[in-house]
C-alpha cells in the first residue's frame, strides 16, 4: 500500500503561482522496482477528472496535458518520496480540487485507470 498526501494548495490572484506537493508513504520503494508513474489530475463540480501532467519515479520524462501550456513544471524528489507541481501564471479556469496519484495499472499515463492510489485532494482556487 501506498499513501498520498497533497498540500500547498490555496486561494491565489490570476497570473500568481502556487506550488502543489505530495508526499508517498507506506511502500513507497516499490514504486522504483515497479513501471510507476505519479500524476496529477484536477476535478471541478461541472467536469469529470482531467489529467494534468505526470512523471516516471525512475526516468523523470515529465509530461503534460495541452492545456498547461508551459505553465506548469512537475518533479520529484526521490530521496524525500515527494512530487510536486509548480504552477506559474494561473488562470480562473485552474480553479479546481487537485489529486495526485501513483501506479502502474492499464492505460496510458493520462488515464485515470493508469492509477492504484490517490491522495485525498488538495482546493485551488486562482481568482479573477
Known amino acids: 500500500q501506498v499513501q498520498l498526501v497533497e498540500s500547498g494548495g490555496g486561494m491565489v490572484q490570476a497570473g500568481g503561482s502556487l506550488t502543489l506537493s505530495c508526499a508517498a508513504s507506506g511502500r513507497p520503494y516499490s514504486m522504483y522496482v515497479s513501471n510507476f508513474v505519479m500524476g496529477w489530475f484536477r476535478q471541478t463540480p461541472e467536469k469529470e477528472r482531467e489529467w494534468v501532467a505526470a512523471?516516471?519515479?525512475?526516468?523523470?520524462?515529465?509530461t503534460y496535458a495541452d492545456f498547461v501550456e508551459g505553465r506548469f513544471t512537475i518533479s520529484r524528489d526521490k530521496d524525500k518520496n515527494l512530487v510536486t507541481l509548480q504552477m506559474n501564471s494561473l488562470k480562473p479556469e485552474d480553479t479546481a480540487v487537485y489529486y495526485c496519484?501513483?501506479?502502474?495499472?492499464?492505460?496510458?499515463?493520462?488515464?485515470?485507470?493508469?492509477?492504484?492510489?490517490w491522495g485525498q485532494g488538495t482546493q485551488v482556487t486562482v481568482s479573477s
Open positions: 512523471i516516471s519515479w525512475n526516468r523523470a520524462s515529465p
Open positions: 496519484a501513483t501506479g502502474s495499472g492499464v492505460g496510458t499515463w493520462s488515464m485515470p485507470t493508469r492509477y492504484n492510489y
